[in-house]
């Protein structure tokens, strides 16, 4: 950020001396050629940090708030046309597989520094503890959003969610999952918005995975779709998309919004 305007300072001061100086001056064409050389850096550096420029507006706009953030991972897990999804542990309704990251002891040092605060919408119980949701001032959130893209001190891998929700739940047998294969599809920045239960801005962030299944547990979740289970649906876009509803049928299920962001 510093080097940026560093040389947005040099191009400003060398679009003044063009103004200053006549085109029939030899300084006119060091100084363009000096402009033009400022100008091709500042733009690298745009393109480079331009994930970062949208915070970094959110941290100007809003700086005198508090942002409630929540970090999590989510897994697309697709037979055929339909999409797997579990029963939510804390509200009535149908999720991907997945959770909030959760951070280690190492990461106290860095919250406390930005001035994290404890997310006060969930109660912090044996469930919660360590969960990547926190408030911090929105000041801070360019410096957030760089610890987390750094991996530094948190969780990384998606495993651990997966094995509570599917594994160690007995929905899928463990002999055929000692592990896994996935594909990272994307990171999800949902919009900066008010959130109505929370009572505050919210910055939802989701890491997206695909399961890559071996052929043992293609077999195992061709049979769970078959037989079904009652903390788990089977949907297809169309029904996720429409949080559950099914045309000419009364909503008997409710599906959360972040199974649409795994589509």
């Known amino acids: 950020m ?75 897990i697709k037979i055929g046309n339909q999409y797997l999804l579990i029963k939510g542990k804390r509200f009535s309704q149908y999720q991907p597989i997945g959770g909030v990251y959760k ?7 860095t919250l406390n520094k930005i001035g994290a605060l404890d997310d006060n919408l969930v109660p912090i119980d044996e469930i919660s503890e360590n969960d990547l949701r926190i408030r911090i001032a929105a000041k801070n959130l ?31 047998p463990s002999k055929d999952f000692p592990y896994i294969y996935h594909d990272y599809v994307r990171r999800e920045f949902r919009p900066l918005r008010f959130s109505a239960y929370a009572q505050s801005l919210e910055l939802l962030i989701a890491d997206i995975y695909e399961l890559i299944p071996t052929a043992s547990q293609t077999t195992d979740l061709l049979q769970l779709r078959r037989v079904g289970h009652p903390d788990t649906l089977w949907a297809d876009e169309n029904q996720i998309r429409r949080r559950g509803v099914l045309p000419g049928h009364n909503q008997d299920v409710n599906i959360a919004e972040p199974a649409i962001w795994t589509l």
């Open 2 to 76: 510093i080097r940026s305007l560093l040389y947005l300072i040099g191009i400003v001061a060398c679009s003044l001396g063009l103004f200053i100086i006549p085109p029939t001056n030899p300084a006119f064409g060091l100084i363009g050629g000096l402009a033009t050389g400022l100008a091709v850096p500042l733009l690298d550096t745009v393109l480079a940090n331009r994930r970062y420029l949208l915070f970094a507006w959110y941290a100007v706009r809003y700086r005198s708030s508090h942002i409630r953030i929540s970090a999590s991972y989510l897994f697309r």
């Open 103 to 109: 951070v280690t002891p190492s990461a106290k040092a």
């Open 142 to 172: 360019v410096s957030f959003i760089r610890w987390f893209e750094s991996g530094e001190a948190r969780e990384t891998s998606p495993w651990r969610e997966f094995y509570e929700e599917l594994i160690k739940s007995e929905i899928l």
